[in-house]
């Protein structure tokens, strides 16, 4: 069935996983004839794509749907479908809060979202499928709707075997399941003939990888080697899986970016225990060390989580105290709250709401100010930054190999060259200002460019 004329409009929530997710319904509508919305309000079809990791992110879907609900009720044609981890893990009872929702649609069936959304569109019904054992790897790579033009997400990995006990994902994705390794290799030889200079492997546990004798490692060996591509990343790891092979890759191959997101979650051995994270503080210190002997410069971010049951003073300044050893790049902090359907669900959630709170703000205002102090010391240097946005005020906006955001001034060094031409490319600027988050730049008169997605440096 095409749908030529109709109009859908996504809205994500949550982790590169259901960005790239967004990505593949967005190609799939549009395979069949629809065309994307630029408001949600206008359009014939709303797509929610839902985060279930914490309480907030699930609580965004509902303020959504709220905001849905009068329009749906001046537009009762418009489809409302609801896909992602908080439709897998509460199934129908979205539609019981929420009854203006017209589709429910599980993680691992993206394929039927055009069928549903059809028939909910034909007959005003309503229509779920949640079955987890479909195979979440159907989707066609060439409708893939890449909403960066520069930076395009390869799905490696589904599901996750950890049973951390704060984590909702294994209830949600599943078990692991990994994809061919000639089904990424194509995919991302795919993606460079199309003008994507930069790859990001994608998976809840990428770095557990595995397909026969090939580990992860070795399937970033063969997607570096992929010609043409300039850069290679992935997200997210557990250190659990970081190898002596896989801190080797950092060092030996050449698009391969220094840059790992490792999540920590606490600095406590005895939270990380409860917690069922499967390393020790000093295990994960050992790691950042493996990494760090190939790698000196290898930026590192995490994530931890703040406030879990049982946590202690002593238990938050060993986490204050690991922070500051490793020197994160950047660090996502978030204040725990318990998940239904999660081993940490039965504990006694038993740290006051405003001490979660301090504690947030307190390891938030160390970051930022370590951050601050170690972009500063980056003023004067020169960096090769991928081009991702040429938009307003006078701005390029790029990345650096470490992932570090740069704002750039053209100046005079963009005459004649047009501003939307520099996107995707590689410049080397000089940094002349900081701050938390990015650095600000400007371009020197012998730095040369190219939209060819390969850098040249004058």
């Known amino acids: 069935m095409t749908a030529t004329g109709k109009t859908f409009f996504v809205e994500t929530f949550g982790c590169q996983m259901n960005v790239n997710d967004s990505e593949k319904v967005a190609g799939l509508l549009q395979s ?40 749906k009720a001046a537009r009762p044609d418009m489809v409302i479908a609801v896909g992602g981890c908080v439709a897998q893990l509460q199934g129908t009872a979205i539609r019981e809060r929420a009854p203006q929702v017209d589709v429910l649609v599980g993680t691992h069936n993206l394929t039927r979202v055009p069928e549903l959304v059809g028939n909910a569109l034909k007959t005003r019904g309503a229509f779920v499928d949640l079955d987890r054992a479909a195979d979440s790897f159907t989707v066609p790579d060439s409708v893939v709707a890449h909403s960066s033009p520069v930076r395009a997400y390869v799905t490696a990995i589904e599901g996750c075997n950890h049973v951390c006990s704060f984590c909702v994902v294994p209830r949600t994705r599943g078990p692991e399941a990994c994809r061919p390794a000639d089904a990424i290799v194509e995919e991302v030889r795919s993606l460079v003939g199309r003008g994507f200079p930069e790859v990001m492997l994608l998976g809840q546990t990428v770095n557990a990888y595995r397909d026969g004798d090939l580990d992860f490692a070795g399937l970033l060996a063969r997607v570096d080697a992929v010609p043409g591509l300039a850069r290679l990343r992935f997200t997210t790891s557990h250190p659990e899986h970081v190898t002596p092979r896989m801190a080797d890759a950092f060092r030996d191959l050449p698009r391969l970016c220094p840059y790992l997101h490792l999540p920590v979650q606490s600095g406590s051995d005895r939270v990380l225990s409860s917690m069922r994270r499967g390393y020790s503080r000093s295990g994960y210190l050992r790691t950042v060390g493996l990494l760090r002997d190939r790698v000196p410069d290898l930026a590192l971010s995490s994530d931890v989580i703040v406030g879990y049951p049982g946590e202690t003073d002593a238990d938050f300044k060993a986490t204050v105290e690991l922070v500051d050893q490793v020197g994160f790049e950047g660090l996502f902090v978030f204040a725990y709250s318990p998940r239904p359907g999660t081993t940490a669900f039965r504990f006694t959630d038993d740290v006051p709401a405003d001490v979660k709170l301090s504690r947030l703000q307190e390891l938030n205002d160390r970051q930022q100010a370590a951050q601050e102090r170690r972009n500063a010391g980056r003023i004067g240097s020169r960096e090769a930054v991928l081009v991702e946005t040429a938009g307003g005020h006078d701005r390029i906006t790029g990345r650096t190999p470490h992932f570090r955001i740069v704002h750039i001034d053209p100046g005079t060094g963009a005459d004649g060259v047009g501003r939307q031409r520099l996107v995707g490319s590689f410049i080397e600027v000089e940094i002349t200002g900081s701050g938390a988050n990015s650095l600000t730049a400007r371009l020197p008169s012998d730095s040369l460019t190219t939209g060819s997605g390969l850098p040249i440096f004058g």
């Open 32 to 71: 069949q004839g629809y065309v994307a919305a630029a408001d949600p309000r206008s359009a014939d079809v709303v797509f929610i794509n839902t985060c279930a990791v914490r309480e907030r992110a699930a609580e965004k879907l509902y303020h959504a749907l709220g905001r849905l609900k009068r329009v």
